[in-house]
C-alpha cells in the first residue's frame, strides 16, 4: 500500500528524524564535508542556508514539481525528507543514505542516540472549520462529537493525538496526529484560508537505556512497522472520514 499513499491526499511526504543526548558536532568545516558528502549521493540537493541564531543548517533540493528532498542538521537532531516522493521506497532510500554517512561525518551513534522515527505525513486542502470537520469525520456518535449538539456551539479546538505502543518493551510508539489550522479568528469572521488539514503518522524508536544495533539495521524495521500500522489502523478510520468529508463540503 505505501507506495499509493499520494493518492490519499493531496500533498504526501515521509521524514525521518534522529535526536542525540549529546550536541552534534556543528563546527564549519564538519557540516561542510558533510552536506558535500550528501551532494555527492543525491546531486540534486544544490541550495544551503544556516540559520546561525538556531544552530540549524539546512540543504534541499530546487521545488520543481513540488517534489524535492531536504535535509538539515540542528544541535540535538538530524531530520530529512522527501516532499511528494514518487514511492515511500525513495523516501526510505534518503533516510538509508544519510545513516549510512552520520556515524563518520557527524560521529552520531547509538550510544548517545536518543530516537530514530520515521513521520509519514497527509495534507488536504480543506477551505473551512477544520476542527468542525474533524468532529464529522473522526468523533461522530462520541461524547466528544456530540458536544456540537449544544445549540450555537462552533467547533473551536478539536486537535487529535494518540500514542500507542508497538513493542513489549514499550520502546516503539507509534502516534497519530490530525492537525486542524483552523484560528479562532477565522472561526469568529466566518472567513477561512485554505491552509492544509494534516494528519501524520510517527512511528519512533526509543532509546530507553540499552545497547542497540548500528542506525542503518535499527532504521529498516521502523518502515515495516509504519506502514503496517498505516495499513491496518490508519487509512480506513482516519484518512478516508476525513477525505469523504471534505467531499461533501465541495
Known sequence: MGDSYSALCDEFYVNMRLGTQMKMATDRATLISFFERMQKI??????????????????????ENNAYRWLSVEANRLSCGYFNPPTCRDAY???????????YYLSISPVDLDYLDIL?????????????????????????????ETPGSKAVNYELSA??????????????????????????????????????????????????????????????????????????????PIREAIGRRR
Open 42 to 63: 543525491h546531486p540534486r540537493l544544490v541550495n544551503f542556508q544556516q540559520d546561525a541564531k538556531n544552530c540549524e543548517s539546512t540543504m534541499e533540493e530546487d521545488r
Open 93 to 103: 532510500a534518503l533516510g538509508s543514505s544519510v545513516l549510512e554517512v552520520v556515524p
Open 120 to 148: 509519514w505525513g497527509f495534507d488536504y486542502q480543506c477551505k473551512g472549520n477544520h476542527h468542525e470537520l474533524i468532529a464529522e469525520a473522526l468523533l461522530g456518535d462520541s461524547p466528544v462529537g456530540k458536544l456540537l
Open 163 to 240: 500514542i500507542v505502543s508497538l513493542s513489549e518493551d514499550s520502546r516503539t510508539h507509534a502516534r497519530v496526529w490530525v492537525e486542524p489550522r483552523t484560528s479562532a479568528q477565522q472561526i469568529r469572521s466566518n472567513h477561512f484560508s485554505e491552509d492544509a488539514l494534516s494528519v501524520y503518522v510517527i512511528v519512533r524508536q526509543w532509546a530507553g537505556g540499552r545497547k542497540l544495533p548500528d542506525l542503518h539495521e535499527l532504521y529498516e524495521q521502523l518502515p515495516r512497522q509504519g506502514e503496517q500500522f498505516i495499513d491496518e489502523r490508519v487509512v480506513e478510520h482516519f484518512l478516508a
